[in-house]
């Protein structure tokens, strides 16, 4: 048993406790309250954190911690399809040395900044899997582009359906054909997988799906690429209408919207989820988020970093902090729920991840409180790396 103390205790389930602790029984949390009505029921050794926030480690919805090592690699390009381009020709200079080594780098990045879970998008996976020092969901990106006979999820399922967390995400609408998509969801439901996908990412993919122009399609079109599902509908608005995703997949992105993809998902109830990584859409320029219109249609939005092949780190805070900047309007405990609760019900661990709560898992962090303004505006505003991280009841 061990009893954690801090000025703060952050729980995501009711208000911040102040002189706040937390008994941790092996892997879970086993109480939380004020110190003074837990020192009578748990005497003994007490870590004090002092002048702290004791809060829930944070949950990085979107990530591909195979690109750390293209950190500064791709200067922004012109258009999102040449920026493909380069990182494609950079991926092909990579071995699985330096991938296992670029996962490894990420990984510590994450610890860095307070992530206790990732959801880990991955264009190629090891095999064996590296350790994972944080829960970490895997996302191998399945793409089918230049061959859809090709059942590219069996190899994956071949060789990692046995990984604790397993995920399956077709790439995009425009690299994975629409059987893959049906493929990948019948299983996922059968095995309970978690699904995502990027989707309405860029102006470019908008203008292939919706006018049959741009560089993304000329390209693709140049490969062979099947383009009879352009022409009619936006990227959204294809892929919904066709039936390849829906509520309850994790849609990476969704920056381009139509005013008729806001009608589709007022009309077809979710739950409807999404993953914004701020700090990348700005190093593409994509025309503003609109957070505001999906927030009041429902829609529960998570944070992510993408990668640092277009970040420069995978810090969540920083995330929080530009998404800000660009709405305003949100409160910063909204934006705490963004990296705690929200991905935590995406993620099917509601009550198990991002909360401090009896029965969850003891997944924690502490950063340094002054006792000045409001709690959540500091953790927002945190600019240091976690000096305290604790991972299923460890301290790392």
């Not at 990106?141 to 399922?157: K, W």
């Not at 025309?287 to 249609?297: A, D, V």
């Amino acid at each position: 048993m061990k009893v954690v103390r801090a000025r703060v205790v952050v729980t995501m389930v009711g208000d911040p406790i102040d002189d706040g602790a937390v008994v941790v029984s092996g892997r879970t949390v086993e109480a939380v309250g004020p110190w003074r009505a837990l020192a009578s029921r748990y005497p003994g050794e007490v870590e004090d954190l002092g002048d702290s926030i004791l809060m829930p480690g944070l949950i990085n919805a979107h990530c591909h911690l195979d690109y750390t090592r293209l950190c500064g690699v791709i200067p922004p390009r012109k258009s999102f399809a040449a920026w493909m381009g380069q990182i494609n020709a950079a991926k092909k200079n990579l071995t699985e040395s330096d991938i296992i080594c670029s996962i490894a780098e990420g990984y510590a990045e994450l610890r860095k900044w307070g992530t206790t879970t990732v959801c880990n998008l991955e264009a190629y996976l090891p095999k064996p899997l590296p350790p994972s020092p944080v829960r970490t969901w895997w996302l191998p990106e399945l793409i089918d582009v230049r061959d859809p006979s090709q059942r590219v999820e069996e190899e994956v399922l071949r060789h990692f359906g046995g990984v604790p967390h397993l995920g399956l995400c077709p790439h995009a609408p425009y690299t994975a054909s629409p059987g893959l998509y049906r493929r990948v969801a019948r299983i996922a439901q059968e095995r309970g997988l978690l699904l995502s996908t990027h989707l309405a990412e860029s102006a470019d993919e908008e203008a292939m799906f919706a006018r049959r122009e741009g560089p993304l399609f000329e390209f693709l079109q140049s490969i062979g690429r099947p383009m009879d599902d352009c022409g009619r509908y936006s990227s959204f608005g294809n892929a919904v209408r066709n039936g390849l995703v829906g509520p309850g997949w994790l849609l990476a992105h969704v920056n381009e919207l139509a005013e008729a993809d806001f009608e589709w998902i007022a009309a077809h109830p979710g739950p409807w989820r999404v993953v914004h990584c701020p700090l990348s859409h700005a190093y593409f320029g994509h025309r503003p988020f609109p957070w505001r219109r999906l927030h009041e249609l429902g829609v529960e939005i998570s944070l992510g970093t993408d990668s640092l092949a277009s970040n420069e780190s995978l810090n969540l805070f920083a995330e929080m902090r530009q998404a800000w900047r660009t709405n305003p309007w949100i409160t910063s405990e909204h934006l705490v729920r963004s990296v705690t609760t929200v991905p935590a019900r995406a993620l099917g661990m509601s009550g198990k991840l991002g909360v401090i709560a009896p029965g969850a898992y003891a997944d924690l962090i502490a950063l340094p409180f002054a006792g000045e303004g409001s709690v959540y505006d500091a953790i927002v505003a945190n600019p240091h790396p976690i000096p305290w991280f604790m991972l299923e009841g460890n301290r790392c």
